[in-house]
């Protein structure tokens, strides 16, 4: 259920500021508001101490996200952050080569 997992907002908070201004510089008006409201629904999986990303929906792992899909690579002033879009929504947050 999706009220059982944390607002990323509420865990990260200087990580969703920073995603909302990143975005509103990209022209991505909807996503800079929409970040405010996702959901930490699992972290990456993958192991490596370089990745902090981590799923706002659930996603069957190895499955592309199919039609709608799309990313948006931003230019934080540190590491990597790219965001899975799908019709819209943010699914997953690629966090990368980050101290925080």
Not at 37 to 51: A, P, T
Not at 85 to 98: P, Q, S, W
Request: proline share 7%; hydrophobic share 35%.
């Amino acid at each position: 259920m999706e009220q059982d997992h944390p607002l990323v907002r509420d865990v990260h908070p200087d990580l969703v500021a920073e995603l909302s201004a990143l975005l509103e510089a990209e022209g991505e008006q909807w996503l800079a508001i929409s970040v405010h409201d996702i959901r930490l629904v699992s972290e990456c999986s993958c192991g490596d101490d370089f990745c902090k990303s981590f799923h706002t929906a659930d996603h069957e792992p190895g499955k592309p996200y199919g039609p709608g899909h799309r990313c948006v690579p931003l230019s934080p002033s540190e590491g990597m952050l790219v965001l899975d879009v799908v019709d819209g929504r943010i699914v997953y947050v690629e966090v990368l080569n980050r101290s925080r």
